[in-house]
């Protein structure tokens, strides 16, 4: 599932993968089993792990994920718990199946966001990246959990696949009646880094020259839309969110990162050990995040050094930002208030 939370500095955000079965196939998915484990967590392991990251002095936002998180049967139960031991926002990323009729289970007051997957406007588009019949299920379920009085934010992963249709998701999600929007940027993680040859990386040029202009339309439809920075000018500032903010990745496996990029690696900060967040020794991605270097991310010119441009003098053309950088745009609406 594609992450929905940019980082803020200070922030706290802890992405919990509560399971890494899903029911579909999507060409982009970043979810490795052989990395993040196959098990389905119990519900009293995941309440456990819950309380110990739960912070008594600062907020922290919980994004329940997976896999497809609504396949856990006791999805339910794990929301009531966290809003009881009080996590300050509760975000579920689902590709709006929906599944063990979730909608039922839990009310609007108990959860802040349902964040939905969708990778086309339309069936054709959807169906290249989500396969076959993905883009109706996931559209009635949205509209769906809208009727139910849910909060709904839609995510988009733009790639070679749909670069050209992403233009049409404002007003598509204008007519849904979905007041969130964001645009993420694939990855070479997961799936997508194992076909090497039909890359679906975006761009640069492509990125600068579609994304922040449909950002400007969603906003100027009163939609909030976010998208990745991804790419810096050499004198903006580079920050990387491990060393400003607390972003906590959990598998079922155990493993917790703070950096999306290592997740295909042993590279981990912290493990559950008996249910204890449990540091792990050096060398792990903690030594990564201190190194400086003119390229701006550390762990993306070790993944993902394609994207890196140098002029002749060997210097880098631009810096990438922090993966978990966002760009925010509140609609335009609101902003002239
Ligand atoms: S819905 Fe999410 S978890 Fe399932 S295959 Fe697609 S990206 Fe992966
Ligand atoms: S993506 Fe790069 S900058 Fe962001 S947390 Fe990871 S190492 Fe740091």
Redesign the pocket.
């Known amino acids: ?2 992450k929905t939370v940019s980082f803020q500095k200070n922030a706290r955000n802890i992405f919990f993968h509560i399971l890494t079965r ?1 029911n ?3 060409r ?2 970043y ?1 490795n089993p052989d990395q993040h484990g196959r098990q389905t967590l119990p519900v009293e392991t995941i309440e456990k792990w819950l309380t110990a990251l739960v912070h008594e002095e600062k907020a922290s936002n919980l994004i329940l994920i ?3 998180p609504t396949l856990h049967p006791g999805l339910d139960s794990c929301i009531k718990a966290a809003k009881k031991m009080g996590y300050a926002s509760i975000t579920v990323d689902t ?1 709006g199946f929906f599944f063990n009729r979730i909608l039922d289970k839990v009310t609007p007051e108990e959860l802040d966001y349902f964040s939905v ?1 969708l990778d086309g406007s339309c069936e054709e588009v959807n169906a290249l990246i ?1 396969g076959k019949g993905s883009y109706g299920k996931c559209v009635a379920g949205i509209e769906k959990a809208l009727s139910k009085g849910f909060k709904v934010s839609l995510i988009y992963t733009v790639s070679q696949l749909n670069v050209r249709d992403v233009k049409n998701m404002p007003s598509l999600l204008r007519t849904l009646g979905i007041d969130r929007f964001f645009i993420q940027v694939v990855g070479i993680r997961g799936k997508s880094a194992q076909d090497k040859e039909h890359s679906l990386q975006l761009t640069r040029e492509q990125w600068v020259d579609v994304v922040p202009a449909v950002a400007a339309d969603a906003a100027r439809l009163g939609i909030h839309v976010s998208y990745p920075k991804v790419f810096l000018e050499r004198s903006e500032r580079f920050e990387c969110a491990a060393l400003v903010a607390e972003n906590f990745f959990i598998f079922p496996n155990g493993r917790v990162y703070q950096c999306p990029l290592c997740e295909d690696f042993p590279l981990h900060s912290y493990v559950f050990e008996k249910n204890k967040l449990t540091p792990l020794p050096p060398i792990n991605e903690t030594d990564l995040f201190q190194l400086s270097i003119p390229e701006g991310c550390v762990m993306n010119k070790l993944v993902q050094p394609g994207n890196l441009n140098y002029d002749k003098q060997g210097k880098p053309r631009y810096k990438i930002a922090c993966c978990l950088l966002k760009e925010e745009i509140k609609p335009v609406a609101a902003t002239s208030r």
Request: hydrophobic residues 20%; contains cysteine; neutral net charge.
């Open positions: 599932m594609e899903c579909l196939r999507c982009h998915c979810i997976g896999g497809e590709n997957g989500r």
